[in-house]
């Protein structure tokens, strides 16, 4: 008996959770089941749940110290509790794995297996071989997550194209190989396993085994606008070598947005109301920095998202910070307009184009604090 607890392996599954309360303890109790085979390690990191998942997992960690509780404060995202999960962890293998149930435990140790008998760096469950089974992705999802994949695929290491799931959530890697990488993941990113997978730049051997997908049984899935969002910036900042910041791309794609307001509100107030171009100007760009604002604050910066009072407050900031150059903006497009070319869509660009770099530096630092 002796002998046998000697070879057993070290096993850390890493379980990031958000209101789970009914799903939680059936997967805890499940995975505890595996205690014979491995040496088990079961890390929720819970987001500061509403609804006593954290309670839940706290009560049963006191019966079972195979069970660990990660309750995050101030905190939060898919990406950074994995991370923070991973580099807690001390197991020699890593497991992770969503905690709604969809995920089959069975599929898990198939891959744990598959890692430990092939000298793997990592082990991906995957929902798109011959031999999976995917019973809880709609049709619209499951068409999202092929297109998200062919993006994803012409994007990361042409050693990985063998890769049928870059966006699972089900995955066992090596300790030893991963956790240097694990240490440089922007945990603003869209998908755990994609940014481990970009920042190795295919220096990991690795694999895939069937994944089944069940439905959930209990709440609603996570997915929202903000997380497509988030692909979209990692897709362009893997393409640019992750050379430019994952803010940065966000905050120009939100400040694109914002010629567009800008451009639609002066043509606006030109054609309708019929005031001349330098009065307008002034409106659209208000206009046009407020609706930058909203739209970085809901998504670039959610993380440290401003609420309530202090979306008032940061409002306010943003368009002190954004005073100086919103100046410069009119005062470079009007003249531009004046003295160079009567072109009220090339004025305004003249003028967008100076600002960007300090709206970006400045209101990082003083409105949203990073």
């Known amino acids: 008996m002796i002998i046998e607890e000697a070879n057993k392996s070290d096993i850390s599954f ?24 491995y040496e ?29 509780l990660i309750n995050r404060l101030g905190r939060s995202g ?22 709604d149930g969809q995920h089959e435990v069975s599929s898990i140790k198939v891959a744990i297996q598959k890692l430990l008998d092939n000298r793997l760096d990592l082990v991906i469950g995957s929902r798109f071989l011959n031999e999976s089974s995917i019973q809880g992705l ?37 300790r030893q190989s991963c956790i240097s990488l694990i240490e440089q993941i922007d945990v603003n990113g869209f998908k755990f396993l994609y940014e481990l997978l970009a920042i190795s730049k295919g220096s990991l051997k690795t694999s895939e085994t069937p994944l089944s997908f ?23 900042h893997t393409i640019l070598r992750r050379t430019i910041p994952r803010k940065a791309i966000s905050f120009a794609f939100v400040g694109a947005t914002g010629v567009f307001v ?23 760009v208000v206009i046009a920095a407020s609706s930058n604002f909203l739209i970085n604050n809901w998504l670039t910066f959610r993380s440290n998202r401003l609420r309530n009072k202090a979306l008032i407050i940061g409002l306010i900031k943003f368009l002190l910070v954004s005073s100086l150059p919103i100046i410069a903006n009119v005062g470079l497009a009007t003249s531009f307009y004046s003295y160079i070319s009567q072109n009220a869509l090339f004025s305004q660009l003249a003028g967008i184009i100076v600002v960007f770099i300090w709206n970006y530096a400045a209101s990082s630092r003083l409105v949203w604090n990073i």
């Not at 800008?262 to 659209?284: G, H, N, V």
């Open 262 to 284: 800008q451009l639609i509100t002066s043509f606006t107030l030109m054609s309708f109301s019929k005031i001349a171009f330098e009065q307008a100007l002034p409106f659209a």
């Open 40 to 68: 088990l390690e079961l890390i929720v990191i819970d987001d500061n749940s509403t609804d006593g998942t954290s309670s839940l997992v706290r009560e049963r960690a006191k019966k079972d110290r195979k069970i660990r």
């Open 78 to 99: 898919l990406s950074s509790a994995i991370k923070e999960g991973c580099i807690n962890a001390t197991g020699e293998v890593i497991a992770i794995m969503d905690t």
């Open 138 to 174: 709609s049709q619209k999802r499951e068409g999202g997550s092929i297109i998200a994949n062919s993006f994803a695929r012409f994007s990361l290491p042409t050693k990985y194209s063998h890769l049928t799931d870059f966006m699972s959530g089900c995955l066992v890697f090596k």
């Open 214 to 236: 069940r439905p959930r049984k209990y709440g609603t899935s996570k997915l929202d606008m903000a997380i497509v969002w988030d692909f979209l910036i990692s897709l362009v």
């Open 14 to 37: 890493v379980l990031p959770s958000f209101n789970e309360r009914k799903n939680i303890l059936p997967l805890l109790d499940e995975l505890l089941e595996l205690s014979d085979v």
